[in-house]
């Protein structure tokens, strides 16, 4: 079937506009994950959606990032007045649960370049 | 909290040979899964091996082995046969188990592996 999708798949912006990256995830898959990896920090975990519990957002980096998850499907990263130090790579994962052992499967990832 | 190293940051290995790559963590947690993950070029991360921490038989899929050793925190992969294909950055990662759930993923700085004809 399927896989994780991302779009888009790079992005250019100017620092200080807005940028959304989306992610549409497995079929049928009830847990996203957002990760950011970038040449400084390496990979790192943004955002946790399960079901219709409260995400988990011990991993964003500062109030001008956002995410949300519509419909227990498609999830929309947002990140608001984009500045320099937000250039990475984002990447989504979905995993089916309330198995519990399930692994994450990844999409491609947006490349988000801030001029 | 814990932590993923992987202490070498670039491995080389000709065709067919076989090369391990070396992984260790750090974690108070009893239950846990451990996994290698395959990044190409491509930027597509790969599932390519996993191991529940209960188990004890080292996990095995294909050319693709691990080594983990529980009391010393450690978790290397060992690829035999290597292939052009092979070439890749790879991560370690490591995951909490919860009840009913999975968690974050914790992971290494990965180690960039070419495999040479």
């Known amino acids: 079937g399927a896989g994780v999708s991302q779009s888009p798949s790079n992005k250019v912006t100017e620092k200080g506009k807005d940028v959304e990256l989306r992610c549409d995830p497995i079929s049928g898959h009830t847990a996203l994950y957002w990760y950011r990896q970038s040449l400084g920090q390496g990979l790192e975990f943004l955002i946790y959606f399960q079901g219709n519990s409260a995400p988990d957002k011990s991993g964003l980096p500062s109030d001008r990032f956002s995410a949300e998850r519509t419909g227990g499907s498609v999830s929309t990263l947002t990140i608001q007045r984009t500045q320099q130090e937000d250039s990475a790579v984002y990447l989504c994962?979905?995993?089916?649960?309330?198995?519990?052992?399930?692994?994450?499967?990844f999409g491609p990832g947006t490349r988000l370049t801030v001029l | 909290a814990q932590t993923v190293t992987q202490s070498q940051p670039e491995m080389s290995v000709q065709e067919a040979e076989t090369v391990t790559l070396s992984c260790t963590y750090d974690t108070s947690e009893s239950n846990y899964y451990l996994f290698w993950y395959k990044q190409p070029p491509s930027r597509q991360m790969i599932l390519v091996i996993r191991?529940?921490?209960?188990?004890?038989q080292n996990a095995t899929e294909n050319r693709f082995s691990v080594n983990f050793q529980k009391a010393a925190k450690s978790f290397s992969l060992k690829i035999s046969d290597s292939q052009l294909g092979d070439t890749a950055m790879y991560f370690c990662a490591f995951m909490k188990l919860r009840s009913y759930n999975t968690d974050k993923l914790i992971f290494g700085t990965g180690t960039r592996l070419q495999v040479f004809p």
């Open positions: 191991q529940e921490a209960y188990k004890q």
């Open positions: 994962a979905s995993s089916a649960e309330p198995l519990g052992t399930d692994t994450q499967y």
